[in-house]
């Protein structure tokens, strides 16, 4: 147990997901009235850098220190921290970003919500705590994941919070983000149920133009209504996310494939608007431009790029020649990786339904390139081998059988 004369408190996302009548996993605690010192006296593991955060020594659950915090610098990083005995609860509460994250409860369960969190997650609203909301450039990025997350239950951001998020991007606040943190928080709200509200509520704010401009580009292009009831390239893309997210929850690869794989059509002259012809080619340098100033990882990198290049021959490929979908198989080094065409094939089918009117649509091209890639993979060199191949010959030989296998693929629209 923490050392006498403190108060513990559970805060934070278990307090909220508690009240919401959601599961929750960590759980974190405050402790007021204590010092590191007497922390480290009774077992507790440090593990805070910029301030003191202890490891339970039984559980393992994070116990920290209240502690106020001071803004010293633009960014991110620009913070001075202070955890000492005097911190009160309320105190440690302010710092928070919303006032649904700022609850806690006692040793004997009541709860502590001296800022009407329980108040705001009955009204469905995401509320800032206090101005000092204004002074970390994350908290543009946690409110819109939080709302990719909460959408579903009816949450919205509320308008004060919104406003002071505005003014905190027109001040260039977003601009200070690092990378790391973007795509941090980028990779959680793919995850969410609703990813397109955290798309929404970047653009609300003005915040996608300065983190996601490739993104941003799609809004007002405009689609063929006879292929895209819903038009405008900015929403189909909304709808491909939501898509995504409900055939694959909490996939943040196929997520973010879904997010980058028509960057290309904001590229499309207008002269050749509704139509986006090649946009799977012109795609790949925005792909390429947004994973490497976010420092996306290389896995989620190279998938992208492969789902943009390649999402149009998914969808013809009950059309395709056999040789041709080897190639595609290929492309994605299916044969030695099968799980790699997984995420690139949920992504297809959420494109497919990402459109007004077509939420239900069938895709049995997923399956077939499934079957082919099975077909494919069960060609070994064995047989090869024994008639007394060798060298090219074998590859050769291999590479015919498979386009055979593939060829006796039955293929049904």
Request: one cysteine or more; proline letters at 7%; aromatic letters at 6%.
């Amino acid at each position: 147990m923490p050392p006498a004369g403190h108060r513990v408190y559970l805060v934070g996302g278990a307090v909220r997901d508690e009240l919401l009548g959601r599961a929750h996993g960590d759980r974190d605690y405050v402790v007021v009235g204590a010092t590191p010192e007497a922390m480290l006296a009774r077992g507790f593991k440090p593990v805070g850098k910029d301030f003191p955060v202890f490891l339970h020594p039984g559980t393992g659950e994070e116990y920290a220190l209240a502690r106020t915090e001071r803004k010293t610098a633009p960014g991110y990083h620009g913070f001075a921290f202070h955890a000492a005995p005097e911190v009160t609860l309320e105190q440690d509460l302010a710092r928070r970003d919303l006032t649904i994250n700022a609850m806690a409860r006692d040793e004997a369960g009541t709860l502590v919500d001296p800022y009407g969190g329980a108040g705001d997650l009955r009204a469905r609203v995401l509320r800032h705590v206090s101005p000092a909301f204004a002074e970390d450039p994350v908290r543009i990025l946690r409110v819109a994941r939080f709302l990719a997350r909460f959408a579903p239950l009816g949450f919205r951001i509320a308008d004060e919070t919104m406003a002071l998020m505005r003014a905190m991007v027109a001040r260039g606040e977003a601009a200070h983000l690092v990378p790391e943190r973007v795509w941090a928080e980028t990779r959680k709200a793919l995850a969410e149920p609703e990813p397109s509200a955290f798309v929404r509520g970047l653009r609300e704010c003005g915040a996608l133009v300065v983190l996601f401009p490739e993104v941003d580009a799609l809004y007002g292009v405009p689609q063929s209504p006879q292929h895209h009831p819903e038009v405008d390239c900015g929403k189909h893309l909304e709808l491909v996310l939501d898509q995504c997210a409900r055939l694959a929850p909490g996939d943040d690869l196929a997520g973010f494939c879904a997010l980058t794989h028509d960057l290309g059509k904001a590229l499309t002259p207008r002269d050749e608007w509704p139509r986006h012809i090649a946009h799977e080619h012109r795609g790949l340098a925005p792909v390429a431009a947004l994973c490497e100033r976010l420092k996306v990882p290389a896995e989620h990198a190279q998938l992208a790029a492969l789902t943009c290049r390649h999402h149009l021959d998914a969808h013809r490929a009950l059309e395709l020649k056999p040789a041709t979908v080897l190639q595609l198989l290929e492309a994605f080094d299916a044969l030695r990786r099968p799980e790699r065409l997984d995420p690139f094939l949920i992504v297809c089918a959420a494109d497919r339904r990402g459109r007004l009117h077509h939420e239900n649509d069938a895709y049995p091209q997923a399956d077939f390139l499934r079957a082919a890639r099975d077909a494919a993979r069960a060609v070994t060199a064995r047989p090869f081998v024994e008639q007394g191949l060798t060298g090219t010959a074998i590859g050769e030989a291999m590479r015919r059988a498979r386009i055979a296998a593939i060829a006796g693929l039955p293929r049904t629209a």
